[in-house]
Structure formats: structure tokens, C-alpha cells
């Protein structure tokens, strides 16, 4: 089949594939897959112009609500951190989409910057997980807790109690306090909020709406457990996509010459595979450890960032 404005030819039933199996895997660590969907299509479909970037935030919009659904359906969606990953992330998605067009539309440009990005949060990761061996942290020690309960089938006889896994202590302009089981988190809202807005940027100038490349930042740098950051990037990512599409739909003919509007058939059927493989991924993900989920996000977003590189190099 050809799509127009990707101006690439391929088989119907490739894109739903490929972003189910991705998706499934990567959205236990809150992530879409986009980021991951972005590189298949430049580099094995052949997909470069810039218009590649609001395609795969258009996967994202089709693709998110099931594991939204998901992880708020088990209690462990925090929405006032949603809520700040949203408004931060919003600006820096606008100004990332216009760094996109006007200083990185040769697609070689593009990959050499993604994989400067993607190399710095793979090596942060990897340098936390190592380290936490011998350091045991509020965040290991309520992924621990909550996967000991699975084991027991405790989870299941607290939600039929209507037990809720994620509870708001205070919230106010500085700081947000919420409990996870028996571990209470205490998360600078001006910090998460200049980070979003940085992420934003990175995130509108990649095309997955921010919110994906926050997930592992979160769990880095704010040691925050894997089970109820999950729910919060990808609902920042869903919100933030939507704004991104708009955007480059919108300014779209202000530059004729250039291919910058989603190929929107492409993109519902990327994001048709991944609905399914999202919402699966959300399910299973409280049956996987937490630490497994982390270096398989890693790894992930080092083979990719490798990829990039080397194509920059031309190898």
C-alpha cells in the first residue's frame, strides 16, 4: 500500500504489527514505543521528512487511552503528577516542533542529536541500576513490597476492599507528598516542572510528545517506583501529543515546500496495533519486576540510540 505523504510503500498489516510487539514491551516502563517507531520508520521504511515526527505523535494519540485506562483502572495513576508532567511538557513541545523544522529537517542532523539524548538516559539508568544493588531506596523498597503481594494475591483482595495503591498526602505550589503501599515519595513540583519543560523540547523536536523520554527520567533522577510512574508519562505523553499534531497541522502551510502534516492513515495504523499491545503491556506490568522492567527500558533506548549513531556515521 502507499501512503502519500510519507511517500513510502508497505504492506497494511506491517505497521500493526510492529507497533503492537513494541509497544507491549515498552509500555511497562511507560514509554509508547514512538520513540522506538520512530527509527523503523526513517531508517527500514524509508520514511525521513519531518512530517515522520507528527505521524508517530498521531500513534501515540490512537494508541495511549489503553494504558491510561489500564493503570487508573488499578488505582495507579497519580494525576496531580500527570498534571505537572502536562503543563510542563505543553510549551516545550510547541518549541521543539519548531526546532524541528527550521534547524534539524536533514534527517541525518536529526539522528545525530537523538542519540545524544538517548545515550545520556540509557547511561543514567544503567549507572542507578548498578548502583542500587548495594543502596536500597523508598522506590525499591515499595516495588519490592508490591510485587511480594502479587506472589501472596494480596492485591486482588485489597481491591475488592477498594483499596487504593496511590494515596495524595498534600499538594501545594513547592512539593508534592503521595504514599505508594508503605513508602511515602516527596517530589519537588518546580523541579518536575523544569525538567518537563526540557523534556518538552526533546520531545516535540522526536515526535513523541515529551512525556515518553520523562518515564526513565523519573525514575533516575527522582527515584520514583516504575508501577505508578508508568501511568503518569503516558498520560502526559497522550495530552502532549494531541497539542503536537495540532501544532504541525497548523503551520503546515506556512511551509508548502516541506512534508511537515501526519500522514494521518499511517499513524492510525501504527497506533491500532499499539492500543492493543499498550493495554497488555499495563496489564502484565505488575506481574514483572521492577528491575527487569529497568534494564529492559535501558537497553532499549541504548540499541536505538546506537542505531542512530551509527547511521549518522554512515556505518
Request: charged residues 10%; positive net charge; without cysteine.
Amino acid at each position: 500500500m502507499f501512503f502519500q505523504t510519507a511517500g513510502i510503500e508497505v504492506a497494511i498489516w506491517i505497521p500493526p504489527l510492529v507497533a503492537f510487539v513494541i509497544s507491549f514491551f515498552t509500555s511497562m516502563g511507560g514509554v509508547s514505543g514512538a520513540f522506538l517507531l520512530l527509527p523503523f520508520q526513517m531508517s527500514f521504511l524509508g520514511y525521513t521528512n519531518p512530517s515522520v515526527s507528527a505521524t508517530n505523535q498521531v500513534f501515540n494519540i490512537v494508541a495511549i487511552p489503553g494504558g491510561v485506562y489500564r493503570f487508573w483502572k488499578e488505582g495507579r495513576l497519580v494525576w496531580p503528577l500527570a498534571a505537572i508532567v502536562i503543563i510542563g511538557t505543553l510549551p516545550g513541545v510547541f518549541m521543539g516542533a519548531m526546532a524541528r523544522i527550521l534547524f534539524l529537517p536533514d534527517p541525518k542532523n536529526f539522528k545525530f542529536f537523538a542519540s545524544l539524548v538517548l545515550f545520556y538516559i540509557a547511561a543514567k539508568m544503567i549507572s542507578d541500576l548498578v548502583r542500587s544493588k548495594n543502596k536500597k531506596t523508598a522506590a525499591s523498597k515499595s516495588e519490592k513490597h508490591f510485587q511480594e503481594m502479587m506472589k501472596k494475591g494480596e492485591i486482588k483482595k485489597q481491591k475488592n476492599k477498594d483499596f487504593k495503591p496511590v494515596e495524595i498526602i498534600s499538594i501545594n505550589y513547592k512539593h508534592l507528598n503521595f504514599r505508594f503501599y508503605e513508602e511515602t515519595f516527596n517530589v519537588s513540583i518546580p523541579g518536575i516542572f523544569g525538567l518537563s519543560l526540557i523534556v518538552g523540547i526533546i520531545g516535540g523536536i522526536y515526535g513523541i510528545g515529551g512525556g515518553s523520554i520523562i518515564a526513565p527520567f523519573f525514575i533516575s533522577f527522582f527515584h520514583l517506583p516504575v508501577y505508578i510512574v508508568a501511568g503518569a508519562a503516558l498520560m502526559g505523553t497522550f495530552v502532549t501529543s494531541i497539542a503536537g499534531v495540532i501544532f504541525y497541522s497548523a503551520i503546515a502551510p506556512l511551509y508548502p515546500e516541506m512534508s511537515i502534516a501526519p500522514d494521518w492513515l499511517l499513524g492510525v495504523l501504527f497506533g491500532t496495533g499499539g492500543l492493543l499491545g499498550i493495554y497488555l503491556g499495563a496489564r502484565v506490568q505488575k506481574y514483572v519486576p521492577a528491575n527487569l522492567i529497568k534494564w529492559m527500558l535501558a537497553f532499549i533506548i541504548l540499541f536505538t540510540a546506537g542505531k542512530y549513531l551509527f547511521n549518522f556515521f554512515g556505518i
